[in-house]
């Protein structure tokens, strides 16, 4: 009986053990999903930080959990948004440029036209023609600054010479320099007026310069040299410039003997112009500059001087002057604002004073002191010094210079220091060229001495003159 009951509990054991390994084995089960759910809601949003692919054995949950579990972690919206501003750029970019490049070789092998903004210059000209044609009928603009008693001098009707000017109205700095040097009024020795002013339009973009009307209204209270009309001052509008200020010569100052005529960046040696023009007489004709003959129009779009055909059809222009500077006589000037009036306006104001000089049936006369398209150095004298003011002393206008370069040329050449051993050099053409302390050298040149080299040397001066 004893080992019966032995045996018996034995067996209850078992089923003891058995029935607790059961209970413990169902209770492992029911507890598994909750340790496997924080598993996956701890370790995605790591990867998903460090950027690294999701795991494929935890698939029960999708991809966007993990991220939408990260606000619980990490409650700074900073530092939430710190990584997202990071990795969507770096995952967008090589898509979009695979996308480009794609496409470009797709165009590319299919032969489809490409859009760069290059492209479109050809077919979009820089200026609208047919608009400058529809209204080239208003030619005729208010004077809004004038100065009335620039021409009235006591014991004279008028200066002897004029000196005009174009200038912008933000360009104060250029102003003031010409006021400063070469462009100063007053009596020479010689009992020679000479008065300024400078021609100037409205600003098309006024937001550059605020309050440009009451500048330019201080300006001309103080210095009483400012002309100023009602059009817009753009390039192709320096043709309304040029027939303005030929009215306002005819109007204002009908009695001035010589006129010259330049831009606000050029040098100019006044002494050698009066020098040029002693002896002549202000009741005939006379126009003298960079003549620039057989010219052809530019039917480059991307050129600044670019001219349609339906604009100019001819194959050349007639001769004219580089509006860096040239002079003229006080008759020439009356006769000339007479014919801007006949000949249609063309938007490139140097062209238009040839049309106007051909009209009258005056040549004008080239004079190699006037440079206005800067100087050349010589290929054959690469060592040259352009910027010899013993060289500037023999030139009359120079073109393209800034501000320092002009005050410093100004300063240069009355520094009572300076002594220049140059050799004087006919001029070419019937004016004589007299300097003071000196005999007279000049006369005409003959045809023949075009030829000779571009420069001459004596000692350590040079002189040169490049032809264009």
Same mark, same amino acid.
């Given at each position: ?27 492992? #089960? ?12 701890? $370790? ?12 494929? +054995? ?29 990795? !969507?750029? !770096?995952?967008? !970019? ?8 794609? +496409? ?8 489809? &036209? ?11 000209? &820089? ?19 004038? +100065? ?98 030929? #009215? ?29 023009? !002693? ?35 001819? $194959?050349?222009?007639? $001769?004219? /002057? ?16 007479? /014919? ?38 010589? $290929? ?51 004016? #004589? ?36």
């Amino acid at each position: 009986m004893m080992r019966r009951v032995h045996v018996k509990g034995d067996v209850l054991c078992t089923l003891l053990l058995l029935v607790v390994l059961c209970v413990l084995l169902y209770a492992h #089960q029911g507890l598994s999903p909750s340790w496997e759910w924080s598993l996956q809601l701890s $370790s995605p949003s790591s990867r998903a930080l460090l950027g690294a692919p999701s795991d494929p +054995q935890g698939g029960r949950l999708p991809p966007s959990k993990p991220s939408d579990a990260l606000p619980r972690c990490q409650p700074d919206a900073q530092s939430r948004n710190k990584p997202q501003a990071v990795s !969507k750029p !770096k995952q967008a !970019k090589p898509k979009v440029q695979s996308k480009a490049k794609s +496409q470009g070789k797709s165009k590319g092998k299919k032969g489809a &036209p490409t859009k760069p903004p290059a492209a479109a210059l050809p077919t979009r000209p &820089p200026f609208d023609f047919q608009a400058y044609l529809r209204e080239k009928d208003h030619r005729n603009f208010q004077l809004l600054v004038d +100065q009335p008693e620039k021409c009235s001098i006591q014991g004279s009707s008028a200066p002897d010479l004029l000196i005009a000017v174009k200038s912008v109205a933000v360009d104060f700095d250029k102003r003031q320099v010409v006021r400063r040097t070469w462009g100063q009024e007053g009596v020479l020795g010689d009992g020679v007026t000479v008065r300024t002013v400078f021609l100037l339009g409205v600003p098309s973009n006024q937001s550059a310069l605020p309050l440009w009307d009451r500048l330019l209204a201080y300006e001309s209270q103080t210095f009483r040299d400012i002309l100023l009309w009602d059009f817009q001052d753009t390039f192709f509008n320096l043709t309304l410039k040029e027939t303005h200020f030929l #009215q306002w010569v005819n109007t204002s100052c009908p009695g001035v003997r010589f006129i010259f005529k330049g831009d606000a960046d050029v040098y100019v040696n006044v002494e050698n112009i009066l020098e040029m023009l !002693k002896g002549q007489r202000s009741d005939t004709d006379l126009f003298v500059g960079d003549i620039i003959f057989n010219a052809r129009p530019i039917r480059r779009r991307s050129s600044k001087y670019f001219v349609p055909e339906f604009m100019y059809g001819g $194959s050349m222009y007639p $001769s004219y /002057a580089g509006g860096g500077g040239f002079v003229m006589s006080g008759f020439t000037a009356c006769r000339l604002s007479s /014919a801007c009036q006949q000949v249609e306006l063309f938007p490139i104001d140097d062209v238009f004073l040839g049309m106007c000089l051909q009209r009258i049936g005056l040549k004008p006369t080239r004079h190699e002191g006037f440079r206005t398209f800067g100087i050349v150095r010589p $290929s054959a004298a690469p060592h040259l010094q352009v910027f010899d003011p013993c060289f500037y002393r023999e030139l009359m206008v120079v073109h393209s210079l800034t501000v320092p370069q002009i005050w410093l040329m100004w300063s240069l050449l009355h520094d009572p220091k300076l002594t220049c051993h140059s050799r004087l050099a006919p001029t070419p053409w019937p004016f #004589q060229w007299r300097r003071k302390g000196s005999p007279t050298a000049g006369g005409s040149r003959k045809p023949e001495d075009h030829e000779e080299q571009d420069y001459g040397v004596r000692g350590d001066n040079y002189k040169v003159f490049v032809k264009h």
